[in-house]
């Protein structure tokens, strides 16, 4: 066999030993998600467009505002439109890492807002997602909870 034969030979073995998500869209979900980022940023959109209508976002914590929402209508309605109302202006936020494996992203980053008191609210935040085809449909959010809850106080 020659040497041409031999490296193809191990070249296909090596790509059968790899997990499914190698040879999916790793960079396409990572580039889209900081496109979501960099558009809420800039006060253009953001990531929630991105959620599926049946995605489940996590709320870790102990918190009151911890728990599991079941679908996008639910999250927003009951998490986000009750945060966003004690709000004067919008969370803007800062990245500080995306990490990408396959069909997830977790992003860190930093928010920021002014609460209608007029109060600083600032937290930090982990998201954990799962996308499918170009949408959301996981995510587990780690934060202050905590914090949060004083700003709905």
Request: charged letters at 20%; aromatic letters at 10%; one cysteine or more.
């Amino acid at each position: 066999m020659n040497m041409h034969k031999i490296i193809a030979v191990l070249l296909l073995s090596a790509s059968l030993c790899l997990p499914a998500w190698a040879s999916d869209n790793t960079a396409a979900n990572q580039a889209l998600i900081q496109k979501a980022f960099d558009d809420w940023r800039a006060g253009q959109g953001g990531i929630f467009q991105l959620l599926a209508d049946d995605a489940v976002w996590v709320v870790a914590g102990s918190s009151p505002y911890s728990g599991t929402y079941r679908t996008r209508e639910a999250f927003m309605e009951d998490a986000v439109k009750p945060i966003t109302d004690k709000l004067a202006t919008p969370i803007v936020p800062t990245v500080r890492q995306i990490v990408a494996q396959g069909p997830y992203v977790v992003v860190h980053w930093d928010g920021q807002a002014t609460a209608k008191d007029g109060s600083r609210y600032e937290n930090s935040y982990s998201w954990h997602m799962q996308l499918e085809n170009g949408q959301i449909t996981r995510v587990t959010a780690f934060l202050d909870t905590w914090r949060l809850v004083e700003l709905m106080n």
